[in-house]
């Protein structure tokens, strides 16, 4: 009923405007796009702008407070910011590091799954979970195992006694990222391997069959059948894990939160600490922005790999 009375409307209205029919159903599209315009205008469109604007402003939040023009200000500080240059660091050696093993352990088991018959749902739910659970949850049970006092301490202490004295696995920089990474690979693997396992079942039985007339062997598949049938899969994982990467957030906030002396900062942590917690809004608008330019850049140089490896 709801759309017989839009249809009624839109055609009224078209009828009023002395409209052709084709020019009827142009204003019927419109009118049943325009809900979804504006909502895109309003929180995705204007937002970007509205940041792209602020990043050449030392911005203000208070009412009546004047927001200072200070043209590339803001980015000349976050290139000689030494925080954003170890943020940045870590978020290339947490990029780095959990989306090629990511995707190595997805396919590996995706492969493993593709060739069994019985419990195949079983395990792909079984592998699935840790991408159902919440991001909160896992980063405060993987901070509640390795901080000082946790579960992997006294197991190391009191049940096992290989030390005596707790290691202070958050305390140090690379030990603190290791965690981080270990929490990102887990939570990932799962996604990965039902991407993989979807895109090798969609591989023609035929080329299997034919690589069986010729005698060759499961490594002779997987890396002459296998791998080049799912390279556009491939691609797609790295470009998707590679922006998650970058957008890590909740772990590192949760888990160490930057600590110690922001070492453990991510681009978009620390983002955050200057724009909440120094109430550098510009300064942290102008962040945003080199971070999405790396994004592009690095999305473009994956995109060209891929291109040269199926020519």
């Known amino acids: 009923m709801a759309r017989n009375s839009i249809y009624a409307i839109n055609t009224s209205l078209a009828g009023k405007l002395g409209l052709n029919h084709f020019n009827k159903r ?5 009118l049943l ?3 979804g315009l504006v909502v895109i205008t309003m929180f995705t469109i204007y937002p970007i702008v509205k940041m ?12 009546g407070q004047l927001s200072n023009f200070i043209l590339f200000d803001n980015y000349k500080e976050v290139f000689t910011d030494t925080v954003f240059r170890a943020a940045m ?24 799954l593709n060739s069994i018959g019985k419990l195949r749902i079983t395990f792909r739910v079984f592998y699935y979970l ?15 195992i390795f901080q000082n006092i946790g579960l992997l301490n006294y197991f190391l202490c009191d049940v096992l006694h290989f030390t005596g004295d ?6 140090s920089r690379f030990s603190a990222l290791a965690i981080l990474m270990l929490l990102g690979i887990w939570k990932g693997i799962g996604w990965n391997m039902v991407v993989f396992l979807a895109a090798i079942q969609s591989i023609p039985v035929e080329l299997y069959e034919v690589a069986d007339i010729d005698r060759c062997n499961a490594v002779k598949k997987f890396f002459y059948i296998t791998l080049p049938s799912i390279k556009n899969t491939t691609l797609f994982a790295f470009v998707m894990l590679t922006i998650g990467a970058f957008n890590v957030f909740t772990s590192i906030k949760l888990i160490t939160d930057g600590k110690p002396y922001h070492q453990t900062e991510m681009v978009l942590t620390w983002m955050y ?17 080199i971070v999405a330019l790396a994004i592009t850049i690095l999305t473009i140089l994956q995109f060209r790999f891929f291109k040269r490896l199926r020519d």
């Open 130 to 144: 840790p991408v159902v659970t919440s991001w909160v949850i896992a980063a405060i049970v993987f901070r509640c």
């Open 52 to 63: 792209f604007v602020m990043s050449f402003f030392d911005w203000k939040m208070g009412l």
């Open 89 to 112: 660091y870590n978020t290339f050696l947490y990029a780095i590091v959990t989306v090629p093993v990511q995707i190595a352990i997805g396919l590996i088991i995706a492969v493993l």
């Open 166 to 171: 707790n290691v202070k696995w958050l305390d």
């Open 273 to 289: 600490y200057k724009a909440f917690h120094d109430i550098e809004f510009g300064y942290a608008a102008a962040l945003s922005y």
């Open 33 to 35: 796009l325009l809900p």
């Open 26 to 30: 142009r204003v019927q599209i419109f």
